[in-house]
């Protein structure tokens, strides 16, 4: 699956990008995330696999949730040595998994109850020895929550977030979760539950947000107008780079990776930013 290219281009203000591609033909969508662990980028798609991609664009299966009828990994974060993914059966019904190097995985909570018969988990990230999980209670409505599971696999709703629409992805930053929503905006929430809007994306001008990931001060968000932006602690927002659409398609995953960034895209290719 792996094919190499030249670098190409990329737009970030006062500096040039390259990209290149570690992989295509993946078969990702556009809520599906990334991570980098242990110099390799975990992947989760839509067949179910949770793929482990090194830097010279080999491609290992690490393990196959689908097959293991648990269902479709979207959300992915890290814990330790382990990964850990949101997965959403056709049911519908929701699992928080835990994946460990060798590819063996174990169940943490079934979300299913949690977040209702029209409901999903999104994104995931590790706090406290237990998780918090950005969803919904209702897709079709935009219910979106932030959700707290303790070390015991206990799940309980930590926030309704439903004016801001469903929550797509969150991470743990500077002490304070951060979420993304299909509204566009981006909350800083702290652990006691408040909630104060750090940027309004949709507002500026730079679509619906996918997929964030902390770097440094700043957060970098992939967005369905094929734009990486960046959005500084101020809630100043800008573009770090746009992804040439008729070559890639749009932006869905994304994380850092030393000093570089990785991306996935919706038509499937993984690509490498540098510079």
Do not use: C
Not at 122 to 138: E, H, K, P, Q, R
Not at 246 to 272: E, Q
């Amino acid at each position: 699956m792996h094919t190499s290219s030249e670098s190409q281009p990329l737009i970030r203000p006062q500096a040039a990008l390259q990209a290149s591609v570690l992989a295509q033909d993946l078969k990702i969508q556009s809520l599906q995330g990334l991570v980098v662990q242990n110099d390799r980028v975990i992947v989760p798609t839509l067949d179910g696999q949770i793929l482990r991609v090194a830097a010279d664009g080999t491609i290992e299966v690490l393990t196959d949730l689908l097959k293991a009828e648990l269902g479709i990994p979207f959300g992915i974060g890290t814990s330790d040595e382990d990964v850990i993914v949101t997965v959403s059966a056709f049911d519908p019904v929701h699992y928080l998994v835990r994946v460990k190097p060798d590819g063996t995985f174990e169940t943490i909570v079934n979300f299913s109850e949690i977040n209702g018969f029209f409901g999903a988990p999104f994104g995931v990230a590790a706090y406290n020895s237990g998780y918090v999980v950005a969803g919904t209670t209702d897709v079709v409505s935009g219910d979106g929550a932030l959700f707290r599971i303790d070390s015991r696999g206990a799940a309980l709703k930590m926030v309704d977030l439903k004016p801001f629409g469903n929550g797509l992805d969150v991470v743990v930053h500077r002490g304070n979760f951060v979420t993304i929503h299909e509204k566009g905006h981006l909350l800083q929430i702290a652990p006691t539950g408040e909630v104060f809007v750090l940027a309004d994306l949709m507002k500026a001008g730079m679509g619906i947000p996918f997929k964030l990931a902390a770097s440094g001060d700043d957060l970098l968000i992939t967005t369905n107008l094929g734009q990486v932006v960046k959005v500084d602690p101020a809630g100043v927002i800008t573009t770090f780079v746009e992804i040439p659409r008729p070559t890639y398609s749009v932006p869905s995953g994304i994380a850092v990776w030393g000093n570089d960034l990785v991306v996935s895209t919706v038509s499937g290719y993984l690509l490498k930013i540098q510079g």
